[in-house]
Each structure stands twice: as C-alpha cells, then as structure tokens.
C-alpha cells in the first residue's frame, strides 16, 4: 500500500448495502481504468487569487477516475435497483465532490430528511485541512510539483455559515467577504497546529526497530506508552472522573497535565477517531480479541491505512515490518520537510489575510442595527465610540460597547474552536504578528462581550443618565486614554508614545533607568517617526548626570535597539541624538555619547562609521576638556578601527594616534595604548602595511627629533613615539609568525606543549596578547615551536618579515640609540625598556644570534682598542646602558648574568684606561640599581675594579658605588659596601681615596644605622683633620660638595655636630687661602653648600656659633671675588639675624609671673631640642609625642 495515501473515515457506510460490499473491495483491486492509489479525481476550480500553497487541501484517494455504477453499487446484476441516498452521499465524498455533497446535504435538510454521514462530514473541520505536498509515492504517480488541490473561494463548514448576514441589509458583499477571510484565517491557525503537533508526534512516536524486536521476543516486557497513547487515556481517565464526579481528582489530574486540553477532543491528534469511554471499554474488552497484524500508528496526515498481512510465516512477517518501518521512515523524513515549508508559507498566507480583514473592518466601522433585549433597535441605545488613530480600541466609556464590538467584528461561533494551544509548543516561534494579534483580539473580544442584560425596560436614555452619576471623566488627556483599552500591539505602542513623555518628568531621578525598557520597546516599535525621535530624545536626556551603571543601561538599550531596526534607522535616528549631547554641559552626557559611539559602530554603515562618527570622536577628542570624556572617546576610536575598511582613512588614523598619545591626561594615555593602537596595528596589517609604512614613519620621526634637539631634545615627543613603538611591537611579531615558512603547516594535533608563563611580557591589555592577535594559545604554542625551530636550525632564508626586522629594524634602532643624550635617565630608560620588551617577545634564540651580535660589533670590546680613543667613543654613548638594561638583562639565568657582569667589568675597565667619560656606566648602574635583584651583580662587578691593580679602575669603582646606595639595603651596605669604601679610602692613591667621598656621603645621607654612621663620621673626620689632607684642594672641595649635596637630609645631629662646624673652618682657612683660583672654588662650593643648608632647621646656638661666622667669612671672600654672591650673603646674614633677634627677645604677657614663664621657656627648649635631634624617619617623629613610661 503506499506510503502516501490513507484511508478516507468516510468509506466505511453504516448502510447494509455497504456492509455487504466491503469484502468485494476489501483487496482494493482496481480495473484497467482505475487511476494510481493516491491519484485526485480531478483538481478544483483554481480563485484567481489563491494562494499557490492555499489553506485547504486533501490527500484523500479516490477509488476511481469513473465512479460507482448503480448496479454495481447494488451488487447484482442488470436489474435496476434504488440506490439508497446514504450510499449516493458516500459516493460523492469518497470521489471528492464535496460541494455537490454540500448541495445534497442543504436539500435534504430543507426536505426534512438529516443524513447522519453528511452532518458529521461538514461538521468535522477536520476533513478540509489540505497537506502542503506529496510524499515521492505520489509524485511519481502524476502529480506535478505540488500535488495540492487548488482552493475555492471559500468552503465553509454548515455550523459556520450564518445566514443571518445574507440580509438585503446593503452589507453583503463586504460581510461575506469578511466572514471568508476569518473563516480562512481559522482553518490557517487549525492547520498550524495541527501539522506542528503532527511534527512533534512523529519526532516522539517512532520506536527504534530493535526495541520492538524486544517486545516482540519478551511478551512479558511492556512496548513504552506513545505520546498519543498517553494523551488519549489521559482524556479517557479525566472524563470518566467528571462523570463519576470526582472533581477534586479531576482537577488535580488537569493541573498535572497542564500541557492538554481536556475540553477538546481533538487536541489528542489529528482526526484521531474518539473511542468508547472507560467503561465501555472495560465491559468489552473480553469479548474480542484483536487481530494479530503489525499495524503502523501515526497522527501525521488523515490516518495511514493498516498493513496487510504480507505472509504467514514468522520470517515473511519480519521481512515484511522492516521494509514497511523503513518507507515509514521516510515517508516522515519528507513530510517533515514539506511540514517546515508549509509552516513558513502559511505565517505569509495569515498575513495577508489579516490584512484584508483590517481594511475590511475599516470600511464597516458602521454597525447594522440590531434589536436589544428590550425590544428596541440597538441604534437608540447609548452610541458605540470609534478609535480615531488607525486602529480598534474597547471603549469602556458605554455599558453595551464592548458586546457591541463583538457583533461589529461578526466573529462566528465556531472561531476559537481549537484556539486552546499546547503549553510546550511555542507559538510565539511560528505564529506571525499578526496572527498573534488577531488571536489576542478574538480571545479578548469573546471574554469581553459575556454580560448579562437586565430583563427591564427602561429607555436606554434612562440608562445613560444613571450612569452619568458614575465618577468617570473622559474629557482630559489622560481620562481619554484610560477610557480606551488598546487591544493590538500597535495600539498599545501608540498609547505609550503619548504617555511615556508625560510619565517620565514625574519618575524620580533615581529610579528613571526602569523606563529605559519601555521607551526603547516603544521607540522600536512605534509607526511615526516624529514620536520615535521625541522617545529617543527622552532616552538620552532621561538622567540628568547618569553614572556608570546609568550609562550601561543606556548603552546595552542602545545596541538592543540597533539590533532591532537595523542600519539605516540608527544612522537616522541614534546618531543625530547623539550629536546634539557632543557639546552638553555635564561631562557625564558628553561621556555617554562618546561610549555610543563604540558601541554602536557595528551596527552603522560602513560610509558613516569612516565620516561621520569618526568626525564626531575627533572633534571631541580636540575639544573636550574632561579626561574621562577623552579616555572614552579613544575608547571608542580603537572600536572604530577594529570595524573601518576604507585605506584613506589611514593617515587620519594615524594622526589621531599621535594627538591622543601627546594628551597631557594620565587616563587617555593608558586607553590610547590599551585600545586604539592594538586596533589600528590590525588594520595596519591588514592593510599590509605596519612594516613598510607605520613603523618606518615613527623612526623617520624619532630621528628627525634627534636632528632637531642636539641643543635640547624634546623628551616629551621622544616618549610618545617610543611608546607608540613600544605598542606596536606584539603586533609585529604576530606578523612575524603569522607569515613565517612553517605557518601554512602548522596545524593543532596531538598534545601541545603550554607556553610558558613568562615567555612574553605581562600585556597592556588583551588586545596586546599575541595569543588574543594570534587567534587562541593553542595554535600559537605550536607556532612557536615552529618559530624556535626554525631560528635555530633552518635559519631565516625566504623568511621576508623576519628579515626586514633583522636588516632593516635593528640596524636602525641600534643607530638612533648611539645619537641619544646618555645623561637624559628618561631617554635611556624609555629605549632600555623599548628593547627589553622587543627581545622578550621575539624570545631568547632570537635575542642571542640576531640582536646580541649588532650590538657587539657596534661596542667592540676588545683589548687592543683600549689606546684607540677614537674606537672607544661608542662606549661614552646611550648605547652601553641600553644594551647593558634592554638587552643582556632579558633573561636572568647563571649565563646571561655572567654576560653582564663581563659586559660591566669590561666596560669600567676600558673607559678608566683610556681616561674617558664615565656617564654611560654612570647610566647603566643608575639602571640596574634602581632594580634590587641587581645589587649583588653590580657589587661583584665594583669588588672587581676594588681589587683592579689599576689605580684609574679603582678610582672609577669608588665613584660608581654612590650610583647603586640609594635603594639598597643596610645590611648589604654594611656588609659590602662599606668594607669596600674602607679599603678604598686607604688606598696608596689620593685620587682613589677622593673619590670615596660622595659614596660615604651617600651613606650618610641614606643609613640610620648608628654604628655604621659613627665608622663612616669618624671616616670623614680622619679626611678632614688628618695633616696629610691639609693642602689637598681637591680633597676638600669634594667634601664641601657633598656636605652641601648630603647636609639637608642627613640626620640632625650629624648635620649639627660634623656638618656645620667643618664647614665653618673651611670657610675660616679659605680667608687665608694665597692662591686665587683655589680660593674662588673654594668660596663658589661654600656658598652652593650655606644656601642649601639655610633651608634647614638650625637651632640659636649653632646659628650663633658656626652658620652666621661661617657666612661672614664666605662674605670676605666674596666681596674680592663675586660682589653679586656678596650682596646674596650679606641678606642671608640679615636674616639670620633677624631670627635670633626674635628668639631672644621675650617679652611678659598680661599678668604671666616671671616663673611660668621661665617654666614656659623651658619647655620650648626642650621640645626644640628633642626636635633638633630627629632624623626625617616618620616613625621617631612620632615617638617625640608618647608620654614616658
């Protein structure tokens, strides 16, 4: 039998005649005439404008192309016979002629004469669904494309019809033609439903082959309930639970089942034959036995036909199931198919039918007259209001309005009949629009219109002024629409476009983001475009200050939105709102429209993103003077990059670059490198572009700077286009990588190392992970193998982006560094870090035989070029410390380490020999210090020149351990440090024991160790008062110099018992000094040292005593040497004299006897002087204040 035909419910007959003739047909053979299984006698009459996928089809079989002759039907031979009217009807239906059917059935009501079989053909809604197609069994048989039988104008079912609107009223073309609509628009929705519960059906009720081979072998087991099983005795088991009234029980078995309904029969399945009750069933249930036959029980389609038995034997059988399992199977397969199409046409067919039906009920807003219950027409009654704005709203205004409505719209009875969806079936996801508002309508419209009438009989005017006493006012704005109920979607989004700005203004500030949902919804969906530009004008002004969590309410609105209506509509509707908040007073506002700005550039098009808002960022960029709204607006300009695809924006991009990077702005600069470089550096690659013009073009402009500032270089435009560079330098490597030989075989199988943790320096942001540039940690652990790999046995050969880096990068970098000044620490720094971060992310093979080999060739350490002053003058450059920090400290392990230290001491050694400057190893030990992991290295290397046997390597050594003292630690200085300085300060050489100086200063000036500054104080003393040392000019200008550098933040008492009594007797000696030039040093570092230690707190006697005698012996010699240093001093005496002029005069205050203010003397002394002898520790000012135990 074929898969795609089934059995008509109608061609059983309940006459005898019938019964006698079944066994004659029951093979279902045909004669030479009969037309394929499944074949239609004959489509149609096709409606002009029917739909090709129309609402009404059958794939009912008809069992000839010739019909039933009256003889045959009578089952004998020649003679006559009259054909009963029951078997006539069965013919017409079994052959499709369902009008003619419709005709015989409507004669023979108006004769009297019900046939059973007609009444319950066209009461059964059932029997006029239409499939959307054919399974392939009849496609093959003739078919065509569709095998659908093409609709009529209309087909109603007789319980429908309602012959009252077929009036001579003058509406009944438009009624009738409106009764069709919905009464096509029903059949729509009862087909959705039906073919999505089938659907669901099919996908549940199929039962795996070999679980029924289980059940068939194990009698004892139980086949599992089927879903329709279950839904028909759960309406059996509920039925037979009202009857017996347990309704307690029936109820609880309702809510336990909530996903059926129990009113409805036919929400079981579709044409699924109701059975006998329970107790029906239990009465009979002994009394037959089934027939043994294999049967195929499906819900999908009218009801496929039983299976024959195929054979008798036991594997006839077997062979038999599983080929009808298999076309089963297919068979649903397809129909699944044609069920997913059918469903996406009808949703089109509904909405055009709804629209009709809205046009329809536009025109005849009039109602026909109607009679009341009192007998009077309904035209005298109170009249009904009509919706002035395009759609239909439930006045409640009238008594009689709604029900009025309900008679106006002319639902008939039978709609809603199947409306009662199931729970779990989404009709959101399949319905349309507008067959969702429809539903709601009818739904709201049924429930609404059930009122109960009085029997009276008073005038409706009589009424109508009863009900005036009632306290409702429609005559206001908002009495208007409260008394109109929107019953559409678009009538509740107009509603609220009126509303909403009058609601809005009376929300507290606090609470007024809970309106952002309604106002975006209604601005989404509201028709005038005037109204939605008003909403959207109120989204952004809703807050007057919006703060953080504000703002992000506002912005996720704003991309849900955008979502939502697409393109074109937020050029035309977001982005204007946002231009007029660009000036706005608070910054608050101001920082909501740049963060839009991001936030919305995916959902823009393309020509405004380049234009438009990039302008917009621009221009607040240059103009806005609130860092957060700055910070922002580059925030959103990286965004901008990451979606702009116009190459002439290039240079713009790049200008903005360099404009947010000069921002004075702490915040913008940190977002700048977070953000938009890592996002222009993509585009930049994309464009192909970051090795041959965005890098290259920041070295055109560091080394155009360097030419310009050999009298003063600008750091500050150093530093921008260093850290842009430094920014760039994940993204050059991912291209590096990424266009490698190795990269089109690189390919994630198997196990894959981890990267290590350090391998790359810690990122900026995410946007600099090269992982993140790459696409995942995985795919770039394996190209880093390759990478390694390749750097140490393959080489660089056809490897282009590698190249340029090593040829052309390097080469020019190491270049600049040698230009740069080596006493600027901020330069130095900046390139040390710039290189450090290089050679970390291209790794350690690369630093150790691409970067380390430049810069040895460059330096050139060697012995022999230790007397070659010309080839030593690279060594007096940036590039010592830079090489030194940025590169030999990369990698910290027991080899690189002693790299540098050989690096250190060779350089120490070499500048000391050939007498040149030592700011570059000045340089890279204020470097390395500043990093205390270093401070044991850089001690090993110092201990190496204490114990050079060159006197200059020495002299060199003591001066370099004033450079690493600040920042280390106290027990290393006493352990290390001063042992070192000791024997230094012994030393056969003077020079080496000079030098020794500014280090035990230092000391001084850094330790609080008591011990250790009495060993260095009695140091300095031996300098200071040794014989040997009196004439030594040099030796005492160093000591003035570093009194003057060390005084002012030495301990107290070191400054008050060493400090200023020394200086007094050089200031003293220096009045006899008989050589001129000595004297005039001698004078100018006195001077430099009293002016620095004038700022300090110096107590009455020891301003008496030594700084007022030393000054005037400083003026002596300055009124011979530099008369403007004289008129200096002679001020600074005045007012020196001034404060102890102040301090000793007292004078007595009211009536305060002598002895409280001797007392009150004597307590100030002794503060000043617990004073005086704290250090500038925090910790012993505040032990000046606790009270003595």
Request: aromatic share 6%; glycine share 6%.
């Amino acid at each position: 039998m074929a898969t795609g035909s089934s059995v008509n419910p109608f061609n059983l007959s309940d006459s005898e005649e019938e019964a006698e003739r079944r066994p004659d047909r029951s093979d279902n053979k045909r004669g030479p005439s009969d037309g394929p299984a499944g074949q239609l006698s004959g489509p149609l009459s096709l409606q002009a404008d029917s739909d090709p996928t129309g609402l009404l089809s059958s794939n009912r079989t008809s069992p000839s192309m010739e019909g039933v002759s009256v003889a045959a039907a009578a089952g004998g031979g020649g003679a006559e016979v009259r054909v009963p009217v029951d078997v006539i009807a069965a013919q017409l239906l079994r052959d499709q002629y369902v009008l003619t059917a419709l005709e015989f059935h409507t004669e023979l009501l108006e004769a009297g004469r019900e046939l059973p079989r007609l009444r319950d053909y066209f009461s059964n809604p059932g029997n006029f669904e239409r499939q959307s197609g054919t399974p392939p069994a009849c496609k093959d048989q003739g078919f065509g494309q569709s095998g659908q039988l093409n609709r009529a104008g209309s087909i109603s079912t007789l319980d429908s019809l309602d012959f009252a609107r077929y009036s001579d009223d003058g509406n009944r073309e438009t009624d009738e033609r409106v009764a069709v609509l919905e009464f096509e628009l029903r059949k729509a929705k009862e087909t959705i439903q039906s073919l999505r519960a089938n659907l669901t059906q099919a996908a549940e009720c199929e039962v795996p082959s070999q679980e029924r081979k289980n059940y068939k072998s194990s009698p004892e087991i139980q086949e599992a309930i089927r879903p329709l099983e279950k839904r028909a005795l759960n309406f059996l088991v509920n039925e037979y639970l009202l009857k017996n009234n347990y309704k307690l029980s029936a109820i609880t078995f309702s809510d336990e089942n909530d996903d059926q309904d129990f009113e409805l029969w036919d929400d079981v399945g579709l044409n699924i034959p109701k059975p006998p009750d329970l107790l029906q069933l239990y009465r009979s249930c002994g009394s037959h036995r089934t027939a043994s036959r294999d049967a195929v029980d499906t819900a999908v389609g009218e009801k496929l036909g039983e299976l024959e038995v195929i054979a008798t034997t036991k594997e006839a059988l077997r062979t038999a199931e599983q080929t009808q399992q298999r076309a089963v199977v297919k068979d649903l397969e397809y129909q699944i198919n044609l069920l997913n199409s059918e469903k996406h046409l009808l949703a089109e067919q509904i909405k055009k039918l709804q629209g009709e039906i809205d046009a329809l009920k536009i025109k005849n807003l009039t109602v026909p007259p109607f009679v009341s219950e009192s007998g009077k027409p309904a035209s005298d009654q109170v009249p009904l209001a009509v919706a002035v704005d395009n759609r239909q709203y439930l006045d409640v205004t009238g008594p009689d309005a709604v029900s009025r409505t309900a008679q106006q719209d002319h639902i008939p009875n039978s709609i809603g009949t199947n409306a009662n969806t199931h729970s779990d079936l989404p009709t959101a996801e399949t319905l349309s629009a507008h067959y969702t508002k429809l539903k709601n309508q009818i739904s709201r419209s049924k429930a609404s219109v059930q009122f109960d009438q009085p029997n009276r009989k008073l005038s409706p005017a009589f009424h109508q002024a009863l009900l005036s006493f009632c306290q409702m006012s429609a005559d206001s704005r908002l009495g208007s629409e409260v008394s109109r109920i929107a019953d559409s979607e678009e009538s509740v989004t107009l509603m609220l476009g009126r509303c909403l700005p009058h609601i809005v203004p009376n929300v507290l500030l606090a609470k007024r983001e809970e309106l952002i949902p309604l106002i975006l919804c209604t601005a989404c969906l509201h028709p005038e475009p005037k109204e939605r530009d008003q909403l959207l004008h109120i989204l952004f002004n809703l807050i007057k200050r919006p703060d953080d969590e504000q703002r992000q309410m506002i912005l996720t609105g704003c991309v849900a939105f955008a979502r939502h209506v697409g393109a074109t509509r937020v050029e035309a509707e977001l982005l204007p709102q946002c231009w007029e908040q660009i000036t706005h007073k608070y910054p608050e506002r101001r920082l909501l429209v740049a963060e839009s700005c991001g936030a919305l550039a995916p959902y823009l098009p393309k020509e405004i993103r380049s234009s438009l808002v990039l302008s917009m960022l621009q221009q607040m960029l240059t103009e806005d003077k609130a860092d957060m709204v700055r910070e922002a607006v580059v925030k959103s300009l990286g965004i901008i990059m990451g979606y702009i695809d116009d190459p002439d924006k290039y240079t713009q991009g790049f200008e903005l670059m360099l404009m947010a990077l000069g921002d004075p702005s702490e915040r913008v600069i940190c977002a700048i490198h977070q953000v938009f470089i890592p996002a222009f550096a993509a585009w930049t690659t994309e464009l192909g572009s970051l090795q041959s013009q965005l890098i290259p073009t920041l070295l055109s402009r560091i080394e155009k700077l360097l030419r310009k500032g050999e009298h003063g270089l600008d750091e500050h435009k150093l530093h921008i286009y260093l850290s842009a560079l430094q920014s760039l330098i994940p993204a050059l490597f991912a291209v590096v990588i990424q266009n490698a030989p190795f990269t089109n075989t690189a390919k994630l199988h198997g196990e894959v190392l981890p990267i290590e943790v350090t391998r790359f320096p810690r990122p900026a942001s995410p946007l600099q992970d090269v992982a993140t540039i790459i696409g995942s940690r995985e795919q770039l652990a394996v190209l880093l193998q390759l990478y390694d790999y390749q750097l140490e046995h393959e080489g660089t050969t056809g490897w282009e982006s590698l190249l340029w880096v090593v040829n052309l990068l390097l080469p020019q970098l190491i270049e600049i560094v040698g230009r740069i000044n080596v006493a600027s620490t901020t330069c130095v720094h900046e390139f040390s870090r710039f290189f450090w971060r290089l050679c970390r992310t291209f790794g350690k093979i690369f630093t150790n035989t691409k970067v380390k080999p430049q810069f040895q060739e460059i330096l050139r350490l060697s012995e022999e070029n230790i007397d070659a002053t010309a080839g030593n003058g690279i060594l007096t450059k940036a590039t010592v410390p830079i090489y030194a920090t940025g590169v030999l400290t990369c990698y910290n392990q027991e080899e690189d380490r002693k790299l540098l230290v050989g690096f250190l001491e060779d350089v120490m050694t070499t500048l000391s020999l050939s007498h040149a400057p030592l700011d570059s190893l000045k340089a890279s030990f204020v470097e390395l210090g500043a990093n205390p992991a270093y401070h044991e290295l850089l001690l090993t290397v110092l201990w190496y020149g204490v114990v050079h046997t060159s006197a200059l390597v020495r002299c060199t050594a003591a001066r370099m351990f004033e450079q690493i003292l600040r920042g280390m630690s106290e027990a290393l200085i006493d352990k290390r440090v001063a042992p070192a300085l000791v024997t230094l300060s012994s030393d056969p050489e003077f020079s080496v024991r000079i030098a020794t100086i500014p280090a035990f200063g230092t000391i001084m000036e850094t330790v609080t160790q008591k011990e250790l500054l009495e060993r260095v104080k009695m140091q300095l003393a031996s300098f200071l008062e040794d014989p040997q040392y009196q004439d030594q000019h040099s030796l005492q200008m160093e000591i003035i110099k570093t009194f003057g550098r060390v005084g002012p933040n030495a301990e107290p008492r070191f400054r008050d018992e060493f400090v200023l009594p020394h200086l007094h007797k050089l200031a003293l000696g220096n009045n006899t000094q008989m050589v001129e030039s000595k004297r005039q040093d001698i004078a100018m570092q006195l001077f430099e040292a009293y002016s620095a230690l004038s700022c300090c707190f110096i107590s009455e006697d020891l301003m008496v005593n030594h700084f007022m005698p030393g000054l005037r012996c400083l003026r002596t010699d300055m009124e011979h040497l530099s008369p403007e240093h004289e008129v200096i001093l002679s001020s600074m005496i005045k007012e020196c004299e001034q404060k102890v002029e102040n301090k000793s005069v007292h004078e007595p205050q009211g009536s305060m006897s002598i002895a409280a203010s001797l007392v009150s003397e004597d307590t100030k002394t002794k503060f000043l002087n617990k004073m005086g002898q704290l250090t500038t520790s925090g910790a012993m000012l505040a032990n000046v204040f606790q009270r003595k135990k």
